[in-house]
C-alpha cells in the first residue's frame, strides 16, 4: 500500500503494485520442453557424429558440431528460467530474472558463431568439394529434421519470451540445416554434383541470419535496459498524464526486469490527491491490462511546496 515519505519538501505518496496474479515473476515453466529437447538432441548429436566418423561424411560431423551448440544453447536457456523462478535474495533485490536475458543474448550470439562456421566451411569446399556417402546422410540427416522439427514446436506457444525464442530459434535453425543436408546429398545422389552441398549451407546461412538478427537486438536492447518492444513509451507517457487530476510526468522509467516481466517507476504530480490509494490501485491495475508492464512503482506529488522535484529537470516533465 502507499507510504508517505518526505523528500525534497514535497508531499509525495508513493505506490507500489504488481499485476494481476500476485508477486510471481516467473516466467512460464518450459522445464519438460527443455529436457525433453536436450535429451532428444544431446542422443542425436552422439549418433550423428558416429554416423559422420563412419561414413566418413564431413557434413555430418559438421552438423553435430552445430548442433551440440544448439544443445548448449538449450541449456542456457533451460539454466536460466530455472534462475528466474527463484526468489529475490540479499543484494539481488530483482531476482535472477535478468538472466533470461542474458541466455537469449548468448543464444543469438552462438547461433551468429554457428553460421560463421557454416560459411567458412561452405567457402573452403568450393574450392575442394568432397566425395560424401549420401545414402547414410540422407537417413540420418532425415532423423534430424523430424527430432529438431519436434523440438522447436515444443516452444512454439511460448514467442513471446525472448528466451524461449531463442531456443526456438535454435531448434528451427537445426531443423533447416539438416533439411538442407538432406536436400544437397539427395541431389549430389542424382546428379553427382558435389559444389550443391556448400551453396544449400550459404543458403540456410542466410536464413538463420534472418531469423537470429531480431532476437540479438531485442536481447541487446533488454539487456541496456530499454523498454521491449511492444512497448512505446511516449505511449505510456501521455497515458499517464491523462490520469484524473495529473498535470505533469517526469522521472519516466521503463525497463525489462526479465524476458517476461517489466517494469516501471515515474514521478506523477497530482495537486488534489485525495484518493491516492484508490488512484495508485487502478493506475497500476491499467498498466498490467493495457501495456503488460506488471511491476509498476508511482512517485505521487503535490507539488504544494512550490518547488520542483531534483528529479524533473533530469529527465524531463510534461
Known amino acids: 500500500m502507499p507510504h508517505d515519505h518526505a523528500h525534497d519538501d514535497h508531499d509525495h505518496h508513493h505506490g507500489h503494485a504488481h499485476g494481476p496474479g500476485g508477486h510471481s515473476h516467473a516466467p512460464k ?10 535429451g532428444l538432441n544431446i542422443a542425436f548429436v552422439a549418433a550423428e557424429a558416429g554416423a559422420g566418423l563412419f561414413t566418413h561424411s564431413l557434413a555430418l560431423l559438421a552438423d553435430a558440431g552445430h548442433n551440440l551448440s544448439d544443445v548448449l544453447g538449450l541449456l542456457l536457456a533451460w539454466a536460466a528460467v530455472m534462475m528466474a523462478r527463484r526468489a529475490p535474495k540479499g543484494q539481488r533485490t530483482y531476482g535472477l530474472g535478468k538472466g533470461t536475458i542474458l541466455a537469449s543474448l548468448g543464444n543469438a550470439g552462438m547461433l551468429l558463431l554457428a553460421v560463421g562456421a557454416i560459411v567458412w566451411e561452405a567457402v573452403r569446399r568450393f574450392g575442394s568439394p568432397q566425395e560424401i556417402a549420401p ?19 515444443m516452444f512454439m506457444r511460448g514467442q513471446e519470451d525472448l528466451n524461449v525464442k531463442g531456443a526456438f530459434l535454435h531448434m528451427a535453425a537445426d ?10 546429398a ?12 556448400p551453396v544449400i549451407s550459404l543458403a540456410i546461412a542466410a536464413v538463420i541470419v534472418a531469423g537470429t538478427w531480431g532476437l540479438l537486438k531485442d536481447s541487446l536492447n533488454l539487456a541496456l535496459d530499454a ?11 501521455r497515458w499517464l498524464s491523462e490520469r484524473p487530476g495529473v498535470s505533469e510526468i517526469h522521472d519516466l522509467h521503463i525497463w525489462a526486469m526479465s524476458t517476461t516481466e517489466t517494469a516501471l517507476t515515474a514521478h506523477l504530480i497530482r495537486p488534489e490527491n485525495l484518493d491516492q490509494d484508490a488512484f495508485l490501485e487502478q493506475v497500476c491495475h491499467d498498466l498490467h491490462e493495457q501495456f503488460s508492464i506488471g511491476h509498476a512503482t508511482l512517485q505521487l ?15 524531463g516533465g510534461h
Do not use: Q, Y
Open 301 to 315: 506529488e503535490t507539488g504544494a511546496s512550490g518547488r520542483a522535484c531534483r528529479l524533473a529537470a533530469a529527465h
Open 227 to 237: 523498454a521491449p518492444r511492444g512497448i512505446d513509451p511516449e505511449a505510456v507517457r
Open 175 to 184: 531443423a533447416a540445416v539438416s533439411l538442407g543436408v538432406v536436400i544437397a
Open 29 to 38: 515453466d518450459f522445464g519438460r520442453a527443455f529436457a525433453i529437447g536436450a
Open 186 to 197: 539427395v541431389v549430389i545422389m542424382l546428379t553427382g554434383w558435389n559444389w550443391i552441398d
Open 135 to 153: 545414402g547414410p546422410v540422407i537417413v540420418v540427416a532425415a532423423i534430424g529434421v523430424v527430432i529438431n522439427t519436434v523440438t522447436a514446436l
